[in-house]
């Protein structure tokens, strides 16, 4: 598909740009911002977990790796570096998901949700105002730390001894408001990168960055914790990480694409001697839609320290298998179904119209809902015991579950509609010149 896709002018150039972007967006990620010293991140004693380049943050101000491997993970290894986008992704997905939680809360976004197209341009430039704003408050935040105690906050990484961070004659007040500046203006440009793509480019925007921020950094978190284990068990890790990615990534890409078709029929008209009646067609029934929605927060209490964290991996089972089951019966309900089949004079074979027809599709959505459930809480399970190879207790290690369930979630999140929109743009030039 890829081969085909590459010999339409129109998508050559949407892939350019697309990578372009990308290139632009990991240059970003690695100018230092200025009146740092940045280097003063790098020196002996100070990240004694590897970090900067992908180790998954160090320990020099304490605290849980793990923990710091997620803030590495969500930032690119921005704030590890003090970067010009310095919290790369971070500020737009926090926008959208205060948005997705709040936003049905107030009428007025639910108004403006539901009037169309231009309801959801207004909502979409407010979320990235948010954003913005995150990103300022983000920036305060960063620039005390650096400016008070020399530390890099949620990194672990700190200047040594008294040295600081802040280069000679840019300790005052206008060096501060500049660091703030050039953060919140590196968060306005991922979001115009975000949308550079998705209007011009190859998938959804952000996605595709949150891909480039991966790529940048969970080969040098794997590669930290193989080191780390050392001997034989450094292989048995790599493996056991890469083939638990490309499981989960295969069976929630199953599991979100399979359906039951029930099959329909309607009573066939006679006009003389032929008779006529539409083509069979069908009520698909799918239970996978909650995809990663409910295992990426869940998956935190797996951060909590032992002996207590031992005790959450139940909850977290729980409730990931209790959200997947629960997020498939919100699909269009079967009484609404069976009402409508029965107004169009359709039914299914085998089963009477109206009440009966709501109870079958009931049933065989509550079978394939446990069912999707049950793949979705082994994936949920794929990444934790992928980790049980690693030498020595998980907190000592950047790795966790929830960077793997987050890899996979923007592997099927990324690749499936980039997919789509290919297929479709080639469809276009193959049969356009057909439809006109």
């Known amino acids: 598909m890829l081969a085909r896709a590459l010999r339409v002018p129109a998508l050559r150039k949407r892939l350019l740009l697309t990578v372009l972007a990308v290139v632009l967006f990991r240059l970003g990620q690695n100018l230092p911002l200025p009146g740092l010293r940045t280097d003063a991140l790098e020196a002996p004693g100070v990240d004694a977990g590897g970090g900067g380049g992908g180790g998954g943050g160090g320990e020099a101000a304490g605290g849980d790796p793990r923990l710091y491997g997620l803030v590495e993970l969500l930032t690119g290894d921005g704030l590890g570096e003090l970067s010009v986008l310095t919290f790369g992704i971070l500020p737009a997905l926090a926008a959208r998901l205060v948005a997705d939680l709040v936003g049905p809360l107030i009428p007025r976004v639910r108004l403006l949700a539901a009037s169309g197209q231009d309801g959801a341009a207004v909502l979409a430039r ?39 961070l802040v280069q000679e004659g840019a300790d005052g007040p206008l060096g501060a408001v500049t660091l703030v500046a050039c953060m919140t203006a590196g968060a306005a440009v991922v979001l115009w990168l975000s949308g550079l793509i998705t209007a011009r480019g190859i998938g959804e925007g952000l996605s595709v960055l949150l891909v480039a921020q991966l790529a940048a950094v969970v080969p040098g978190q794997v590669a930290d914790a193989a080191r780390e284990t050392g001997g034989a068990r450094a292989a048995l890790v790599v493996l056991a990480v890469v083939l638990a990615l490309v499981v989960m990534t295969v069976l929630a890409v199953l599991v979100g694409q399979a359906e039951r078709r029930i099959p329909l029929q309607r009573t066939k008209r006679m006009i003389g001697r032929h008779p006529l009646g539409p083509a069979p067609t069908y009520v698909p029934v799918r239970g ?3 995809g990663f929605g409910m295992m990426i927060p869940a998956s935190l209490l797996l951060l909590v320290p032992a002996p207590a964290g031992a005790w959450l991996l139940p909850g977290y089972v729980l409730l990931v298998l209790g959200h997947a089951w629960l997020r498939a019966g919100t699909e269009p309900d079967a009484v609404e179904v069976a009402e409508r089949l029965k107004r169009s004079g359709m039914f299914v074979p085998g089963i009477p119209m109206g009440r009966p027809t709501a109870q079958y599709l009931a049933y065989v959505r509550s079978r394939i809902g446990l069912a999707a459930a049950l793949c979705m809480t082994v994936v949920a399970l794929l990444p934790v015991a992928a980790l049980l190879v690693l030498d020595g207790p998980a907190e000592r290690f950047a790795l966790s579950a929830t960077t793997l369930l987050i890899v996979a979630s923007a592997a099927v999140g990324t690749a499936l509609p980039a997919a789509r ?10 049969y356009g010149p057909i439809l006109r």
């Open 288 to 290: 996978g839609q909650g």
């Open 126 to 164: 407010r979320t990235r105002w948010l954003a913005v704003l995150l990103a300022a408050v983000l920036g305060v935040v960063v620039t005390t730390g650096v400016y008070g105690d020399g530390c890099v906050p949620l990194t672990g990484l700190c200047a040594p001894g008294e040295s600081g």
């Open 421 to 430: 929109q290919l297929e479709s743009f080639a469809a276009q030039h193959a």
